[in-house]
Nanobody, 126 residues
């Protein structure tokens, strides 16, 4: 069973870049069919997918965050990372990493996420 764990600074200043790492406990990130996803939940709001990287290393971003988000991976470390630039207090929330099912179509990334990390709180100070 795979486990995921998010890590990174809990406090970021506005206008800076938020950087988070997701470490995967086992398995290969290049196994065909799996997608590696970043999701967030602002306080008092619903879940929002940020983007994902597929088994070939190609990233896809939510249209609303595409201009500021960047997802990459280091398969040798079993890690994938999120960078979100020019953050504002509206980027405050709990950030999760997740893995999809192996048969995911990713038409709805939130619904396709299966294995989740516990989440990490990120606060953007103004």
């Amino acid at each position: 069973q795979v486990h995921l764990r998010e890590s990174g600074p809990g406090l970021v200043k506005a206008s800076q870049t938020l950087s988070l790492i997701c470490t995967v406990s086992a398995g290969s990130m290049t196994t065909s069919g799996y997608y590696w996803i970043w999701i967030r939940q602002p306080p008092g709001k619903g879940l929002e997918w940020i983007g994902y990287i597929d088994y070939d290393g190609s990233p896809t971003y939510s249209p609303s965050l595409k201009s500021r988000a960047s997802i990459s991976r280091d398969t040798s470390k079993r890690q994938f990372t999120l960078q979100l630039s020019s953050v504002t207090p509206e980027d405050t929330g709990v950030y999760y990493c997740a893995r999809s099912s192996r048969t995911a179509t990713m038409t709805s990334p939130l619904n396709d996420a299966r294995a989740w990390g516990r989440g990490t709180q990120v606060t953007v100070s103004s």
